[in-house]
């Protein structure tokens, strides 16, 4: 091997000879066709010829190599540099050189052909980043018929073969040597021109017919197409907008692109403010979909879905390109619209099939838990009625307190009633004032303790000294006063009260060591009428929980429940520390 500097063609040209080399940008559906070109003059002129070529290992020169194979036949010598190898050399005049990992010559494209009509050179730089498909790949390419700049290259090529196959080295100068490189003939360079001329009429003839092909579906589908930049300035650039606006708006394409803010004069006012907060947050590389109704030119009011798609500029002036796509979305809206009051209605109707339940439940209810209490007070009335001259002073009063006791546990029920259909008629008003929450809690202990037998009872415990918030103190009362008397009635032992604030909440909690309720329970606890099994024993009507719950609703507050059946439960109320009104 020998010791030579490896270089890149292309690159050792563009540095060295900068004032003969003016690179141009090729793709590479452009450089094969030259190639091409170049290779079918050799073939069919039939002249003594070198050729040069180096290339990256690709499916597309894997097709060529019959090519090559040809062109051996014809030529003196054809020289192949590639990464990975093409099939065996078919015969003396084929060299296939295989290059190392790492060889500069591996970066690019070049070939290099000597014949007695021109001498030409063509080297382009692959662009090792570009993840676009190969045809449209560009490359930066030297194209010369420049004697003072092909034999340099020859140069390199001398210290490639001398690198990689010494052996053949010799032959390689004697070629060059008898090869002298010469101007192109002006017949040859007029064949090539036109040649290059055709081709480029070619491709100008696919464009313009791609070019109708999209205008022609893009004018018909019903979606209005727009490009725009968005200049640095604050402006936009229309660059592209569909002609079917019309179809769209009734307005022609001619009012948007001579008035810049004619799109944004068709928005309703009270989607403009949205648009344009939509339209800040834009940013390169980004898609986004709005909403928003537009005014038609006949006056009709229609529903508008802008989507788009933003890409970086190529532009200096421009912060980004936004492709668009605006269809009248008006018929989905209005379905929209139809679900919307069809769900509506679905839940009115609930709402009134769930208060015609809660009414037949309530009557069933009312007339079974009135008739025990009524009962009871017709015994003690028929009591007094009947034997009244016989009843001693105590016995009257004993009766009397009786028939009292039931008038005020059906006036209760009377009053929990009342609360529970309020709330579920959205009559229940939620006044809220400044309270010391602490206070109002011992106010309302102090009350229960003063009826109850044990005062003791009940324990109060709070972190704080006073709690200024605002809440409706008749609610707090009734929540309370219920979650209070239930730890009373369904335990013996000790009731405890405690109060505490955290994150921004009140929390209340009663706990009890009584018959506890069970976990299937607890899951309708706070339903009205509810009672468990394990409660029958005590006198109730299952709506004390369901006023607690209605009340801290209206706190937008959370009521919860800690249980195990025969241990204890333990309520927990959070209600929102509110300070002030605003
Ligand atoms: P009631 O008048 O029946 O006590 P509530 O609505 O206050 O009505 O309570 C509903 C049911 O929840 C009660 O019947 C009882 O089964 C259960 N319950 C409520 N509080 C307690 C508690 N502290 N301990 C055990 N069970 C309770």
């Not at 030259?34 to 290779?39: A, D, G, M, V």
């Not at 679905?346 to 439940?361: G, I, T, V, Y």
């Not at 929390?507 to 976990?519: A, W, Y």
């Amino acid at each position: 091997m020998s010791a030579h500097q490896l270089a890149s063609i292309y690159k050792k040209l563009s540095a060295d000879l900068s004032s003969l080399v003016q690179p141009i940008l090729c793709s590479k559906a452009l450089l094969v066709h030259l190639s091409h070109t170049l290779e079918d003059y050799v073939l069919t002129h039939d002249q003594p010829t070198i050729i040069f070529t180096g290339f990256q290992e690709s499916s597309h020169w894997r097709n060529e190599t019959e090519r090559y194979f040809d062109l051996a036949r014809v030529a003196q010598q054809v020289c192949v540099f590639a990464g990975k190898l093409l099939p065996a050399e078919s015969s003396a005049q084929l060299l296939q050189i295989e290059l190392a990992d790492g060889d500069p010559l591996l970066q690019e494209w070049f070939l290099i052909i000597l014949c007695e009509d021109f001498s030409i050179l063509l080297s382009g730089l692959e662009d090792i980043e570009a993840d676009n498909v190969e045809e449209q790949q560009i490359f930066e390419t030297i194209l010369t018929f420049d004697p003072a700049v092909i034999a340099p290259a020859l140069v390199i090529l001398e210290g490639v073969i001398g690198h990689y196959r010494p052996l053949f080295l010799t032959r390689f100068q004697d070629l060059v040597a008898s090869h002298a490189v010469r101007v192109a003939n002006p017949t040859a360079l007029a064949t090539l021109m036109t040649d290059l001329l055709l081709f480029q009429n070619s491709l100008n003839r696919a464009l313009a017919k791609r070019d109708r092909e999209i205008r022609h579906i893009v004018s018909s589908i019903n979606d209005h197409v727009y490009v725009f930049s968005a200049l640095r300035t604050g402006g936009i650039r229309h660059l592209y907008s569909a002609p079917n606006m019309e179809q769209l708006n009734g307005y022609p394409v001619s009012r948007k692109e001579t008035d810049g803010g004619f799109w944004l004069s068709l928005i309703h006012p009270d989607d403009l403010e949205r648009v344009l907060a939509h339209n800040q947050q834009l940013s390169a590389n980004s898609r986004s979909v709005i909403d928003y109704r537009m005014f038609h030119a006949d006056g009709r009011l229609i529903w508008v879905r802008d989507s788009v798609r933003i890409e970086p500029s190529d532009d200096e002036d421009a912060l980004y390109t936004v492709f668009g796509v605006v269809s009248d979305v008006t018929f989905l809206k209005e379905a929209e619209q139809d679900q919307i009051e069809r769900e509506k209605l679905r839940l009115a109707f609930d709402k009134e099939h769930q208060l015609n339940q809660l009414k037949s439940s309530l009557l069933v209810t009312l007339a079974h838990e009135f008739r025990t209490p009524l009962a009871t007070i017709g015994i003690a009335r028929d009591i007094l009625d009947r034997y009244s001259d016989r009843l001693s002073e105590g016995q009257r009063q004993q009766r009397l307190n009786t028939i009292q006791a039931q008038v005020d546990h059906l006036a209760s029920m009377l009053d929990d009633i009342a609360l529970i259909v309020k709330n579920d008629l959205n009559l229940l008003m939620f006044r809220p004032t400044l309270q010391d929450f602490v206070y109002l809690c011992q106010t309302i202990i102090n009350e229960i303790r003063s009826i109850i037998e044990l005062p003791d009872r009940v324990v109060f415990q709070s972190e704080m000294e006073f709690l200024v918030a605002l809440v409706d103190a008749r609610l707090i009362r009734f929540v309370l006063v219920n979650l209070l008397t239930n730890g009373l009635k369904y335990s013996e032992d000790e009731v405890v009260v405690s109060l505490a604030l955290k994150a921004g909440q009140i929390h209340m909690t009663v706990r009890d060591q009584g018959i506890g309720i069970s976990l299937e329970d607890q899951a309708d606890i706070f339903q009205p009428f509810f009672r468990a099994p394990n409660a029958q024993f005590y006198a109730g009507s299952g709506l004390g929980l369901k006023v607690a719950y209605d009340c801290v609703q209206l706190h937008q507050g959370s009521i919860t429940l800690e249980s195990t059946k025969g241990e204890g439960s333990a309520f927990h109320v959070s209600i929102p520390f509110v300070q002030s009104a605003v």
